[in-house]
């Protein structure tokens, strides 16, 4: 089991700008995609990105050409990049295994880390 920790959230005018980092407790690399989710007030988990071992990026269509997702797999670590925040994107970000790759199961979700986007 790889635990995480989300951080880099905050607020942000719309149009601004934040990248997200989750460290991961034990060897990233096991995990073929990682990704990123998130939930807003009222609203399920949902996808945002991910990332293979390859370096192949998914993303959903509502962030592609705003976020950017990557990872580090020698430091553990995993990125998004999130540009031209809008209203919309406010959620808590939590970083996890995209199970929709295999060699990719989900693991225990950590406390992740607010994004807040208004004036």
């Known amino acids: 089991q790889v635990e995480f920790v989300e951080s880099g959230g905050g607020s942000v005018q719309p149009g601004g700008y934040l990248k997200l980092t989750c460290a991961a407790s034990g060897r990233m690399r096991e995990i073929y995609a990682m990704g990123w989710y998130r939930q807003a007030p009222g609203k399920q988990r949902e996808f945002v990105a991910s990332i293979t071992n390859a370096g192949t990026p998914r993303y959903d269509n509502s962030v592609k050409d705003r976020f950017t997702i990557s990872r580090d797999n020698s430091e553990n670590v995993l990125y998004l990049q999130m540009n031209s925040l809008k209203p919309e994107h406010t959620a808590v970000y939590y970083c996890?295994?995209?199970?929709?790759?295999?060699?990719?199961?989900?693991?225990?979700w950590g406390q992740g880390t607010q994004v807040t986007v208004s004036w």
């Open positions: 996890n295994a995209d199970p929709f790759y295999i060699h990719s199961d989900l693991q225990s």
